[in-house]
């Protein structure tokens, strides 16, 4: 089973601060992850897969890069409505189908 | 724009099966695989398994033991059946769209269904 590890837990934010969040795989997943939002109470939302391609309808300061192992969602210049927990997940290594633990922005 | 609406019993007793439905809007249903993850109180995310209109399924090997997912053409739905359940099991449980048959993400997820487990 491929481990998907994020980090940090939880990141302290500003409105307008550049964030990035990072998800380490145990093993090479090539360019299979993808990225989640999940704001309370509701169910994640696909923002990135494939590393790099944003989903229909995500904003251009949400980008996403690495390889590999090592991966970044970066957000350019958060807004309010950027908070929530974003989780990483592969789909190279299967089954099972595995996700990260999540990172949570909250407000600083 | 598909939507995706989960139904069943928001309680289940230890040791019983949890049935759950999820209803697709738009007659996609035969065009797409289709997933069940669930997310524990609390905890992050957790994926079942999918289902195919075809009769293909593949699950979690750690739940394969108690998993069943079918899709029914004729009703636009596709389903879980998880036996022997314990309070472990509780959790919210999510029915998702995977997006294709090459690239396993999930691009569209119904609002969820909190199922407990408890006498």
């Known amino acids: 089973e491929t481990v998907m590890t994020q980090s940090p837990a939880t990141l302290s934010v500003s409105p307008g601060d550049r964030v990035t969040l990072s998800c380490r795989a145990s093993q090479s997943v090539k360019n299979l992850l993808a990225w989640y939002q999940q704001k309370p109470g509701q169910a994640p939302r696909l923002l990135i897969y494939g590393v790099s391609t944003r989903a229909t309808g995500v904003p251009a300061r949400f980008s996403g890069s690495g390889s590999g192992t090592d991966f970044t969602l970066t957000i350019s210049s958060l807004e309010s409505e950027d908070i929530a927990v974003y989780y990483c997940q592969q789909c190279n290594d299967w089954p099972p189908i595995t996700f990260g633990q999540g990172t949570r922005l909250e407000i600083k | 724009q598909a939507q995706l609406q989960e139904s069943g019993p928001g309680l289940v007793k230890p040791s019983e099966t949890l049935s759950l439905t999820c209803s697709v809007s738009?007659?996609?249903?035969?065009?797409?695989?289709w997933s069940w993850i669930r997310q524990s109180p609390g905890k992050g995310l957790e994926w079942i398994g999918f289902a195919h209109y075809s009769g293909s399924t593949n699950y979690d090997p750690s739940l394969r033991s108690r998993v069943m997912m079918s899709v029914d053409t004729s009703k636009n739905q596709f389903s879980l059946k998880l036996t022997s359940v314990t309070p472990a099991d509780t959790a919210v449980y999510y029915c998702?769209?995977?997006?294709?048959?090459?690239?396993?993400?999930?691009?569209?997820w119904g609002h969820g269904t909190l199922v407990s487990v408890s006498s």
């Open positions: 998702v769209r995977v997006y294709s048959s090459s690239y396993w993400y999930f691009d569209l």
């Open positions: 738009d007659g996609s249903i035969r065009n797409y695989y």
